[in-house]
């Protein structure tokens, strides 16, 4: 990874996720005065003095607990620990130094790895309160008073990240990186997969629906091409997000699909297709993401020699409103195909980016009207003068023609499918701009 990672850790509700908010300028971490909200390791990009920074909000350490989600949470922050350069370990003055600020920071000295100690919620301006100078008792250096809320003494903690972090560390920009968004209903199996993707456990994996609440990006290299994958909250129907950390869930997969380059939307295969894919598909529609869509859990799925055929008919008509995204059969558990989905986000992630000459695109539509007249309306007949490609991400085509209102939609579709036989375009939806000769 070009830029240096900067841990965030320490205990539960010590405000790490405010701090982590308030470095990187925009509210990518759940904040809640509910402990434990944050689960899994949030990326975020970060810049002080002209240097570029990889922050790491993790979810709070509890050094002794029996919870199976704590105790992930647990593993999730040490290996944060584990990949930082450096790590701010955030404490709060209003709890003073506890048993638990005790053990974390016992744990961030065996790690060997440069620390930055930051005491928060001093909201306060002026002379330090005394408890602010029982933190010297945790033997991890000077402690930099913060205030996450409001700012306050986040430079300084900065000038303190930077110092610890070596000249060398500090390389160029990132190159093209496909983002990749997987997303689809609860306990599909979208952490299995990216954990079987990153060789690790990336994100935390449980029975229980609603596990993972972020979006947790995860960065791959295979074959020369980079990959993001960003995994998301599963999107359930309105009516059962009655959580407000879940309803924050929802907004934050749908930040995903907005900034992902492909939507992978995963399907349960046992459970089979439900109104809610259809739903979360229609979220990567809407924004003109490249899709391709992903049958889960194929291992668990009792078959016969036609059982994958019929499955991918029924599934052609459910979807019926992205006939061109591909649909591929995969076991996370298992691995089973999941090298191929790495061939098919690169083709229809070219296929979303693809760009055809005007000159190309009015031999077509003079073919396509040649063999189907433009429609007519009371004796007048639509006429479409040229088409030329206004953008990528999805493929836009502006027509211009004489009347807006007779290209109907049937004709648009028409034109649409004649494109495709003669590009493919596989993959990625295609969208038309209708323009009346003169319109600006």
């Not at 205990?11 to 908010?21: A, D, E, I, M, W």
């Not at 979810?59 to 990949?83: F, N, V, Y």
């Not at 083709?347 to 760009?355: D, F, G, H, L």
Request: charged share 30%; aromatic share 8%; hydrophobic share 40%.
């Amino acid at each position: 990874m070009a830029k240096p990672v900067v841990a965030v850790v320490g205990r539960p509700n010590v405000g790490k996720s405010t701090l982590f908010n308030k470095i990187i300028g925009k509210r990518l971490s759940i904040v809640d005065d509910t402990p434990g909200v944050t689960r899994d390791r949030i990326y975020g990009d970060a810049e002080w003095l002209g240097r570029k920074l990889m922050l790491v909000d993790t979810g709070g350490i509890e050094p002794k607990t029996d919870d199976i989600i704590l105790s992930s949470m647990r593993a999730q922050a040490q290996l944060a620990i584990d990949t930082a350069s450096v790590i701010i370990f955030v404490t709060d003055i209003k709890s003073g130094v506890t048993a638990a600020d005790e053990d974390v920071a016992a744990m961030l000295r065996r790690s060997g790895k440069p620390i930055v100690l930051c005491v928060n919620k001093c909201d306060k301006i002026g002379e330090m309160p005394a408890e602010f100078y029982e933190f010297y008792n945790l033997g991890i250096g000077d402690p930099i008073a913060v205030s996450s809320v409001h700012g306050t003494g986040t430079g300084d903690l900065l000038d303190a990240v930077i110092e610890n972090i070596p000249i060398e560390e500090f390389e160029g920009e990132e190159e093209d990186i496909i983002n990749v968004a997987v997303i689809g209903k609860p306990n599909a199996g979208k952490s299995s997969l990216i954990n079987n993707i990153a060789g690790e456990e990336r994100s935390i994996v449980s029975n229980i629906a609603g596990t993972t609440r972020d979006a947790i990006d995860t960065r791959i290299d295979r074959e020369g091409v980079k990959y993001n994958f960003i995994d998301t909250a599963g999107l359930r129907r309105k009516s059962k997000v009655e959580d407000k950390i879940e309803k924050y869930s929802v907004l934050r997969a749908k930040m995903a699909v907005e900034r992902a380059d492909v939507c992978v939307i995963m399907i349960d295969g046992v459970d089979g297709f439900t109104e809610q894919d259809s739903k979360v598909a229609g979220l990567a529609l809407d924004e003109g993401k490249a899709c391709i869509i992903v049958v889960n859990k194929w291992d668990a799925v009792e078959k016969d020699g036609t059982t994958m055929d019929s499955y991918r008919k029924n599934l052609m008509k459910d979807f019926s409103f992205m006939p061109y995204a591909p649909i591929l059969f995969i076991s996370a558990k298992t691995g089973q195909r999941v090298e191929r989905l790495f061939e098919l986000i690169k083709y229809v992630y070219e296929q979303n980016t693809m760009r055809i000459s005007t000159g190309m695109l009015n031999d077509i539509l003079a073919d396509a009207t040649a063999r189907v007249q433009p429609p007519t309306d009371k004796g007048k007949r639509l006429k479409i003068y040229y088409m030329t490609q206004a953008s990528t991400k999805p493929p836009t085509f502006v027509c211009f023609c004489n009347r807006a209102d007779l290209f109907h939609f049937s004709y648009q579709r028409y034109l649409e499918n004649q494109i495709r036989s003669t590009f493919g375009l596989e993959g990625t939806p295609v969208r038309f701009v209708i323009r009346e000769r003169g319109d600006k």
